[in-house]
């Protein structure tokens, strides 16, 4: 307990230090987004127009950046992330909540299959070293070498394209209204399969690799020897020996990809279009939209903490040695 | 003597396949009887290891047995070669029949797993009737067995010092009451009190539950204060094999002899300690003739010609043999 209690004290320091960095980063880009405008209309915009606009968007108090800072945590622990640039006036937190479910559907899916899948794989591989797994380890490896959105380019070129079952962009059918219904489901999930495919395939062969690997080492170990001598099943010797132990360090890397969820694929994103989070960071770098991209990063950041907490706790509930007596 | 529950007939193992395989194990003869404690000795490469996992079945690859045959005989019923057993009879027979403690006290047991699941759920899979109330019940005798508190049963191995540990370990092995209990050093990882303890529990238990012992260390003075009868190896073959007080009072091998010369005693006159010169035999190219010859002091004419075969040497020792030209053997050996 006083261990979590720790952790809990670290994560929160750790918060903060994010949170600050989260404050000034963004005001150290140069430019701000009433120049954007600007430079997106070509200039065709009036002096009286560009000042109405920076008293929109609040830069027009020449605040200094120590007030500015004092500003943002007043309302951060309001729930109140300020007022998106790019889609003013939505609020960022409504941004936020509507790109959310896309990423956390699409890559949260893939990275749990991706682990599972891997996971098992590699249990098998490792286990029965010279098997047809083994034998697609290099083209795994190889595979697993490519740049995500690299792999997304070829896939759209080689699925994508006019009248083929697979979209090239967007996260639904342009006109669709989000819903639960028989029209928008269908159409989501085949929107998905193309990143979903491509995020599997470059991410499942890295904890396919590591598994085998740790079963590898692990199967050499005395204890593995002495649960054979002792006449256990294969499976049981396979599983609650070999495999129990060797899960563990995957466990920890799992619960850490798990905050890059949020985050972590926007290039997949990118590519593909696809409504998620890492496609708004993405539009909002280019438009400068400081709020919304202090929400983003907000999100990632906490995100990350989270799933670090989680890697801890993870820990402590599968190796006994970590935990401390009393 | 009693009557044989494991004999080893000319057992073979190899690591590796084909020209390039080293013969780790070279025909090897070696009987134990029902309830003793037969000791196997000799340096470190000399293939008593391998002897051990090669009988059991548990040799990782590249080991390979390559010939021989390892007959056991059970309580009641029909003797059965252990080599030839299908995968579930093997299962069947492993710990229930043959267990083993091994080398490494600190490693045997299942870092993640309590004591009481590892020492469960082999009783679990050699009974499946069992109740899970008895199986918890015979947990806690045999932690009372070898003198740990049954509350350790909740316990995590890294929770243990080693010393416990390994009477965790001895507590395992003697679960499903098995005739033969091969033991593969299982006190080198100890100090030397607790070394101490362990051996004294394991002579007594013996004593109480009449399983025999194939112990197996390089510590030869060990062995003869516990074993019955002691065989020693040299390259992968039995040179020596005797009971054990004869074994200490008169080596005939001198290989034997070295070995005895390597430790000194602690009561009686004093023995200079001289060890043996040289290193042991390279598996890949062994010596022609007896393997021992370039080390031994007393090497002649036929030593790096012929091999000499293991057989009662030619005064009139009950149950010794050896295998050495110094000690042709009183009559041709029957093969």
Redesign the interface.
């Known amino acids: 307990m006083k261990f979590l209690l720790q952790r809990i004290a670290f994560y929160l320091f750790t918060a903060w230090a994010a949170i600050t960095l989260n404050f000034f980063i963004p005001r150290m880009i140069p430019g701000d987004p009433v120049q954007a405008l600007i430079s997106r209309n070509q200039g065709r915009i009036s002096a009286d127009a560009i000042q109405s606009l920076r008293v929109l968007f609040g830069l027009d108090k020449n605040q200094s950046l120590a007030e500015q800072y004092v500003d943002y945590w007043t309302q951060l622990l309001h729930g109140d992330l300020g007022l998106s640039f790019t889609f003013f006036p939505t609020p960022v937190s409504t941004v936020i909540g509507d790109s959310l479910p896309w990423t956390v559907g699409l890559v949260g899916i893939t990275t749990i299959v991706s682990f599972l899948l891997g996971t098992a794989l590699g249990v098998g591989a490792g286990w029965r070293r010279g098997s047809w797994i083994d034998a697609l380890l290099p083209a795994t490896t190889f595979l697993s070498s490519i740049p995500y959105f690299w792999l997304g380019l070829v896939a759209i070129a080689l699925f994508a394209g006019p009248g083929s079952f697979f979209p090239s962009s967007g996260g639904y059918e342009p006109g669709l209204v989000p819903a639960f219904d028989q029209y928008f489901i269908p159409s989501a999930i085949r929107h998905s399969i193309l990143p979903a495919a491509t995020i599997l395939v470059s991410s499942m062969s890295g904890w396919l690799l590591s598994m085998r690997n740790m079963m590898v080492t692990v199967s050499?170990?005395?204890?593995i020897?002495?649960?054979?001598?002792?006449?256990?099943?294969e499976r049981?010797v396979a599983l609650?020996?070999a495999a129990?132990?060797a899960l563990?360090p995957n466990v920890s890397g799992f619960a850490l990809s798990l905050g890059f969820i949020v985050g972590g694929t926007l290039l997949v994103e990118i590519v593909f279009s696809y409504p998620g989070l890492g496609f708004q960071l993405f539009q909002a770098v280019g438009y400068k939209d400081y709020p919304l991209m202090q929400g983003i990063f907000l999100i990632i950041t906490i995100s990350v903490l989270v799933a670090n907490l989680i890697a801890d706790v993870a820990y402590l509930l599968?190796?006994?040695?970590t935990r401390k007596?009393g | 003597m009693s009557e044989p529950v494991l004999e080893v007939r000319k057992l073979r193992v190899d690591y590796g396949l084909g020209d390039e395989a080293v013969h780790a194990v070279r025909d090897v003869d070696l009987t134990l009887h029902r309830g003793e404690v037969l000791g196997l000795a000799g340096e470190s490469g000399s293939g008593k290891s391998t002897l051990a996992y090669g009988l059991t079945r548990l040799l990782p690859p590249p080991g390979v047995v390559s010939g021989g045959q390892v007959v056991y005989h059970p309580l009641d019923g029909l003797p059965v070669d252990v080599l030839t057993l299908t995968p579930a009879k093997l299962r069947q027979f492993r710990w229930a029949e043959t267990s083993i403690v091994f080398q490494g006290a600190m490693n045997s047991l299942n870092p993640v797993h309590r004591v009481s699941t590892q020492l469960l759920d082999v009783i679990k899979a050699h009974e499946p009737r069992s109740t899970a109330a008895g199986r918890l019940a015979r947990a806690r005798e045999l932690l009372r067995l070898v003198g740990i508190s049954a509350d350790r049963l909740d316990s995590y191995p890294h929770q243990l010092s080693g010393g416990m540990r390994q009477r965790v370990m001895i507590a395992m092995a003697l679960a499903l009451e098995p005739q033969v209990v091969i033991m593969d050093e299982p006190t080198t990882a100890l100090d030397v009190v607790m070394q101490r303890q362990i051996l004294g529990q394991l002579a007594e238990l013996r004593q109480r539950l009449g399983f025999a012992v194939l112990f197996i260390t390089h510590d030869l003075s060990l062995l003869v204060e516990f074993s019955d009868r002691i065989a020693i190896m040299y390259g992968g073959r039995i040179v020596e094999e005797a009971p054990a007080v004869e074994l200490y009072r008169r080596a005939l091998h001198p290989y034997t002899d070295g070995l005895l010369h390597s430790f000194p005693a602690l009561r009686g006159p004093r023995r200079e300690l001289t060890g043996i010169p040289g290193s042991p035999p390279d598996l890949r190219a062994m010596p022609s003739g007896c393997a021992f010859h370039p080390r031994c002091p007393k090497a002649f004419g036929p030593c790096d010609k012929e091999l000499p075969p293991l057989g009662p040497p030619g005064d009139d020792r009950p149950g010794r043999a050896v295998a050495c030209w110094l000690h042709p053997a009183a009559e041709p050996v029957p093969r």
Do not use: F, I
């Open positions: 050499s170990e005395d204890y020897t002495v649960a054979h001598a002792k006449g256990l099943s049981r609650s020996y129990r132990n563990l599968l190796d006994p040695r007596s």
